[in-house]
């Protein structure tokens, strides 16, 4: 189906950095605005300049009967709706593995950027 990867690396810090990132921290920590985009820019900065020490890939593989269950849902009248937060890609090569997208399927993705009225106007057509 898929390998999970997961890379380590690393950096090292030296002691007025790391408190120069704690500090940074912090304060961004206390915003009301831009919090998270300046949280994600020091985070950005820390997790730059690494060096890989590792990598590691782990076939994902689905519990077995699900695709055979997934056919009898199906079979039975029952719509099987997918929801994962997993990245997207990851998502629709699970359902196609297990069966729940076909050809003929239809889809209705939904990501943060969609607006409510996308998703409404989407979901109108396939329902």
């Known amino acids: 189906m898929g390998m999970r990867t997961l890379v380590m690396a690393e950096r ?3 002691k007025d950095e790391l408190n120069s ?6 304060a961004a920590r206390r915003l009301l605005k831009n919090r998270e985009e300046k949280m994600r820019e020091i985070y950005r900065a820390i997790e730059s300049h690494l060096v890989c020490v590792g990598a590691t890939g782990v076939e994902d593989q689905l519990q077995s009967g699900v695709p055979e269950t997934l056919q009898s849902l199906g079979a039975a009248g029952i719509r099987v709706w997918m929801l994962t937060g997993d ?3 990851t998502g629709v090569n ?3 593995a297990c069966g729940l997208i ?3 399927s239809k889809q209705l993705i939904v990501t ?4 409510e009225e996308q998703i409404q106007h989407r979901l109108s057509e396939i329902l």
């Open 12 to 14: 090292k810090l030296t």
């Open 94 to 96: 699970v359902a196609v």
């Open 21 to 26: 990132y704690l500090t940074q921290l912090k």
């Open 87 to 89: 990245k997207l890609e």
């Open 102 to 104: 076909t050809p003929s």
């Open 112 to 115: 943060e950027h969609c607006t």
